[in-house]
């Protein structure tokens, strides 16, 4: 469990599955990750979560909760790059990655929830950097990467083929253990 200001970031348990699929897994939250997921894809999304925790190099997907009413209002975690059609110097890397339930949107919370997950990860392993993915089209992920402190990487962009094509290419960005830890 991670703690901040306004946030709790717990592992996450089968509990969070009726919330995923209502609130999750809509058009508006799933508009840049591929589109909304069907209810065995989201449910075999969370087991897979829930065991990653059980494993020291597992990947971890926090739910976030706030704290003043205790709600879930999203997720966000650390990834290994899995994709077929990343980079070679890309794939098996250190990723974040996070999204919020709509209502949860505009108010720092998921720069809140970055920060803490990246100072995890910084804190728990020994990566050198930790990398981001999104498109252009995703403006507030853009955004939010050059809140955080990331560079932009144009050399590693690549298509997905599991993404839309107004959502390609996928920008790679990086932020280094030393820029990361200038800024905590």
Same mark, same amino acid.
């Given at each position: 469990?991670?703690?901040?200001?306004?946030?709790?970031?717990?592992?996450?348990?089968?509990?969070?599955?009726?919330?995923?699929?209502?609130?999750? &897994?809509?058009?508006?939250?799933?508009?840049?990750?591929?589109?909304?997921?069907?209810? $065995?894809?989201?449910?075999?999304?969370? $087991?897979?979560?829930?065991?990653?925790?059980?494993?020291?190099?597992?990947?971890?997907?926090?739910?976030?909760?706030?704290?003043?009413?205790?709600?879930?209002?999203?997720?966000?975690?650390?990834?290994?790059?899995?994709?077929?059609?990343?980079?070679?110097?890309?794939?098996?890397?250190?990723?974040?990655?996070?999204?919020?339930?709509?209502?949860?949107?505009?108010? #720092?919370?998921?720069?809140?929830?970055?920060?803490?997950?990246?100072?995890?990860?910084?804190?728990?392993?020994?990566?050198?950097?930790?990398?981001?993915?999104?498109?252009?089209?995703?403006?507030?992920?853009?955004?939010?990467?050059?809140?955080?402190?990331?560079?932009?990487?144009?050399?590693?962009?690549?298509?997905?083929?599991?993404?839309?094509?107004?959502? &390609?290419?996928?920008?790679?960005?990086?932020?280094?253990?030393?820029?990361?830890? #200038?800024?905590?």
């Amino acid at each position: 469990m991670i703690e901040t200001e306004r946030l709790v970031l717990r592992p996450p348990s089968a509990e969070d599955l009726p919330w995923i699929r209502a609130e999750m &897994n809509s058009e508006a939250v799933m508009r840049h990750l591929g589109g909304m997921r069907s209810d $065995a894809e989201v449910a075999d999304g969370l $087991a897979a979560d829930i065991a990653a925790f059980a494993e020291a190099a597992g990947h971890r997907r926090w739910t976030i909760w706030r704290r003043d009413d205790d709600r879930r209002i999203g997720r966000c975690g650390l990834f290994h790059v899995h994709s077929e059609a990343a980079p070679e110097a890309l794939r098996g890397a250190s990723e974040i990655g996070w999204t919020l339930a709509e209502r949860a949107w505009g108010q #720092g919370y998921a720069t809140e929830a970055a920060r803490a997950a990246l100072g995890y990860g910084f804190a728990a392993s020994h990566c050198a950097a930790i990398f981001g993915q999104t498109s252009d089209s995703n403006i507030g992920s853009t955004r939010m990467m050059l809140r955080l402190g990331f560079e932009r990487l144009p050399a590693l962009d690549y298509f997905d083929p599991d993404y839309p094509v107004e959502d &390609n290419p996928t920008t790679v960005w990086r932020i280094a253990r030393e820029a990361w830890d #200038g800024r905590a």
